[in-house]
């Protein structure tokens, strides 16, 4: 059994790390000194009248996102400004750790929902999506009436149970 100290050990996991990092992001660069793919988060969840999706897009202008309905799927694209342009040369660039450029999210909800009623609001990069659910969708509770009988039920019926 090998006795290493722990330095080296969080060394060689921190290699690891950076070459894991630069191995996957290499896979989504559009080109060499490119902006990296960037995917927000979002949760959705339901209440017994609607559905709530919440996207955050932290240094997204809310002029700058889209909100698509179609097909029971509600899409959310747009596009997040990178924190400075280093395309005419006058920056020069030591780390660029936080992702620009086009994003998109797409969540597939059930049939019934009532399209014409979405409504959105965006505060502090927090985008919230209120899709209600359709009037049939929505749980109700079922009155018993009283006096129900089986003549009701048979009623088309003679009394010894033969259709004429």
């Known amino acids: 059994m090998t006795n290493r100290s722990l330095s080296s050990t969080l060394d060689r996991m921190w290699t690891l790390n950076r070459a894991l990092d630069q191995a996957l992001s290499a896979g989504f660069d559009r080109t060499p000194r490119g902006p990296h793919v960037w995917v927000p988060a979002m949760d959705v969840a339901e209440k017994a009248d609607a559905y709530l999706i919440n996207v955050e897009l932290p240094g997204v202008e809310p002029n700058q996102v889209e909100i698509n309905f179609e097909q029971n799927v509600l899409t959310v694209r747009g596009t997040k400004p990178s924190s400075f342009d280093a395309t005419n040369?006058?920056?020069?660039?030591?780390?660029?750790?936080?992702?620009?450029?086009?994003?998109?999210?797409?969540?597939?909800?059930?049939?019934?929902?009532?399209?014409?009623?979405?409504?959105?609001?965006?505060?502090?990069?927090?985008?919230?999506v209120l899709v209600p659910k359709a009037q049939a969708a929505q749980p109700r509770r079922i009155e018993i009436k009283p006096g129900a009988t089986d003549r009701a039920v048979t009623s088309g019926t003679p009394e010894n149970g033969r259709a004429s």
């Open 89 to 128: 040369g006058e920056y020069r660039v030591y780390t660029a750790e936080r992702v620009s450029g086009e994003f998109e999210r797409a969540v597939r909800l059930p049939d019934f929902v009532d399209s014409e009623r979405i409504e959105a609001s965006y505060a502090h990069g927090l985008l919230r």
